[in-house]
């Protein structure tokens, strides 16, 4: 595979805008805009079903929080490198703008949080995550941004604080997802929007799409392991449904793919080896004969080899208003 390089094509696609329904139905979106690999010439679809919901705590006994243990940088190196990107997407779906005040809820290493001090300034934004790592990290990197150690579930804020409130990536992984968008409400001031955007780990998110199969192809009994079987809210109808849910109103879905770069495989597989996210817990988890096995299986299904290439991911947005 040595000198190949992976790109990844997006279909247009017509956004959806706040408050203006989209003329697409929710299957229509599903099956719009497939991000395409190509190699060699060849396109491949990066396609694969939508499946059963279930929970991933109970799959793994492990809590999901706990796989987020590790360092920044490993985050960074790992999922974070489609972060800045797909914030600006976010921000620009949940129409942020100057003289707003906005909340980044499991905001990690500070992604979200640096785009939104960019857009609003670091006084007007606050950030919280269960992560005490993710936290010190987000104060390091943003001075003047208010970042504390708290639950989604239990906001530190009085009601009505914020213009915007955001999750990145986080919603999934939420204890009780229903009892966070609900808190998220509660710190929204009426008619300000709440916007979240979640990965599509059943389709598109090429990285976690590969790795899984490539996990399901070995250990079949691992396959409910799989983020794209196992995660709540990775699709657009669970979406609408926990923001209507919520007594959010105007409610919009859109999709967006995003990408990153890697200077080699070695470079996308090394933070795995550290725990870092389900995908990396697992990883961790192997024997290093098994290890090897992954490891030589997800580069085949990726096509890399040691030059540069870059992956695409797709992302769900949802947004609405506090009635």
């Given at each position: 595979m040595s000198g190949q390089q992976?790109?990844?094509?997006?279909r247009p696609r017509r956004r959806a805008i706040l408050g203006v329904s989209d003329p697409r139905t929710l299957r229509d979106i599903l099956r719009a805009s497939q991000p395409i690999a190509f190699r060699d010439g060849t396109e491949k679809a990066l396609e694969a079903d939508m499946r059963t919901v279930r929970d991933w705590v109970a799959m793994s006994r492990t809590?999901?929080?706990?796989?987020?243990l590790q360092g920044a940088d490993v985050y960074d190196r790992h999922i974070g490198r489609y972060g800045r990107e797909l914030a600006l997407e976010l921000?620009?779906?949940?129409?942020?703008r100057p003289g707003q005040r906005a909340l980044d809820v499991g905001c990690g290493p500070g992604a979200l949080t640096k785009q939104l001090a960019?857009?609003?300034?670091?006084?007007?934004v606050s950030a919280i995550d269960p992560s005490s790592a993710f936290v010190q990290a987000c104060q390091e990197r943003l001075p003047g941004v208010h970042a504390e150690v708290a639950a989604a579930e239990a906001l530190p804020f009085g009601d009505e604080f914020f213009d915007r409130t955001l999750a990145q990536l986080v919603v999934n992984f939420m204890t009780d997802a229903e009892a966070g968008v609900r808190e998220m409400c509660r710190v929204t001031?009426?008619?300000?929007?709440i916007a979240a955007a979640v990965w599509d780990y059943a389709g598109q998110m090429t990285?976690?799409?590969?790795f899984w199969d490539s996990v399901a192809a070995l250990d079949p009994s691992a396959a409910d392991l799989d983020e794209g079987r196992s995660m709540r809210y990775c699709t657009p109808d669970e979406l609408q449904a926990l923001w209507t849910g919520a007594g959010l109103e105007k409610v919009s879905i859109s999709d967006v793919v995003v990408t990153a770069g890697y200077e080699g495989f070695e470079d996308l597989w090394e933070p795995l080896q550290f725990g870092v996210s389900p995908s990396g817990a697992y990883v961790a988890s192997l024997s290093p004969d098994r290890r090897a096995e992954l490891k030589a299986d997800f580069q085949h299904r990726l096509g890399a080899g040691n030059e540069p290439f870059r992956l695409g991911a797709r992302a769900w947005l949802v947004a609405g208003r506090v009635p």
């Open positions: 992976v790109v990844i094509s997006v809590p999901v929080a706990d796989t987020f921000i620009k779906f949940a129409d942020v960019s857009v609003l300034g670091a006084e007007q001031r009426s008619g300000s929007i990285l976690l799409r590969r």
